[in-house]
């Protein structure tokens, strides 16, 4: 984890974390007792020293994980003693479905998708709640009744893995349905059952486009893999549409390819570049040939410049070649072609995972708004 990151995104708690570790810490000390009435809100405020409406919101997050009970609408009372310790602690934790990866260590780029999770888990810890980080792997092997039966204060969705999708699907559906708000990454049509947080992919390919245009480019080709129908795509080209546009040009037919599958080796990156040299005979050998395309990824840009180089197509020099995700220097293409990316855009992976929890509490806190809500966050160009 990049210490200066965490440091500089999350240098103090918020108000409504210091209050609800001050009534948590009452209640391990027994200075609050099963049954007893809760001091009045304005009394709460002078004791913990925050305001009326940060008490109101740390007593409606108490009230969800089943701390505190409500009687008679509006006497609020400390709820008996849960039936065992793990209980307890779970009324007090959130869970975090990632990638099942191995943790990340050493220089990793935040371009990689582990970086969403680790995001929400380091925001998760700085507001005061404990942190379950699984595997979705690790929960297909397992029904739902004993996450029911603890019933953890939130569910983190990081990643809903291709592999046994529908199983891990029908799981979150459980859990939803008995009333754990669920906060998922991604806007597909799966996702969209949920509160969910997103890069703006629109505002991403937009700032690549003008990125583009500004080298004098004016014939710039998108190159995606299929499917067509995924929502990052869409976004993705409706921001290249506008710059495209705003600035008098034509918007190019996107190539759609095949995605070839495979593993990183020397042999699979050359018949992947070979395929993509001969989907680009039409752009590349016509009398006004294209003068930048844009890859879906870092990773893809590698064999797109590979495959131009079959041209006589200098990468960088002869056409402009642009990625996404900003991972290109971890990643295992740049050992099979040594030009990188002239431009990329990092989604800002670490600070979805903090706009995820704060959806989360949202939700508790019964702020969020009526039916699944959207929120985008804005992304970084990055220049080379």
């Given at each position: 984890m990049d210490a200066t990151l965490e440091s500089k995104v999350f240098r103090n708690s918020s108000p409504r974390a210091k209050a609800i570790r001050?009534?948590?810490?009452?209640i391990q000390e027994g200075r609050l007792q099963p049954g007893m009435p809760l001091p009045s809100e304005r009394k709460l405020c002078q004791h913990i020293g925050v305001g009326l409406a940060t008490v109101q919101r740390a007593l409606r997050v108490l009230t969800a994980e089943g701390l505190i009970q409500v009687r008679d609408g509006h006497t609020r009372l400390l709820a008996h003693a849960p039936s065992s310790a793990v209980a307890a602690i779970f009324r007090q934790t959130l869970m975090i479905l990632a990638p099942a990866q191995a943790p990340l260590a050493g220089h990793v780029q935040p371009g990689w998708s582990e970086y969403v999770a680790i995001g929400a888990a380091a925001a998760a810890r700085q507001e005061g709640h404990g942190v379950l980080s699984l595997a979705p792997t690790q929960l297909l092997e397992q029904p739902s009744d004993p996450v029911l039966?603890?019933?953890?204060?939130?569910?983190?969705?990081?990643?809903?893995a291709a592999a046994d999708r529908q199983a891990l699907v029908d799981f979150i559906r459980t859990l939803a349905r008995e009333g754990i708000p669920v906060v998922v990454y991604g806007d597909g049509p799966l996702e969209q059952e949920y509160d969910r947080v997103i890069s703006d992919h629109d505002a991403g390919s937009y700032m690549l486009t003008q990125h583009l245009l500004q080298r004098g480019c004016r014939r710039i080709l998108p190159l995606f893999e299929k499917p067509e129908n995924v929502y990052w795509k869409s976004g993705r080209l409706a921001g290249y549409t506008r710059a495209m546009r705003e600035s008098g040009l034509e918007p190019l037919p996107t190539l759609w390819v095949e995605d070839l599958g495979g593993h990183y080796t020397v042999d699979h990156f050359r018949v992947k570049s070979s395929y993509l040299a001969g989907q680009l005979v039409p752009y590349l050998t016509r009398a006004n040939p294209v003068d930048a395309i844009m890859a879906a990824s870092d990773g893809e840009a590698f064999?797109?410049?590979?495959?131009?180089?079959?041209?006589?197509?200098?990468?960088?020099?002869?056409?402009f070649l642009v990625g996404y995700d900003n991972y290109c220097d971890d990643s295992p293409e740049q050992e099979m072609e040594s030009s990188i990316p002239c431009a990329t855009v990092d989604k800002q992976n670490f600070r979805i995972g903090q706009e995820m929890l704060r959806l989360l509490e949202d939700r508790i806190a019964g702020t969020a708004g009526e039916g699944p809500q959207l929120r985008m966050v804005p992304p970084q160009l990055i220049t080379r």
């Open positions: 001050t009534l948590r810490e009452w039966s603890v019933r953890p204060s939130g569910l983190l969705v990081c990643e809903i064999s797109v410049a590979a495959a131009c180089r079959m041209f006589g197509r200098e990468p960088q020099k002869d056409i």
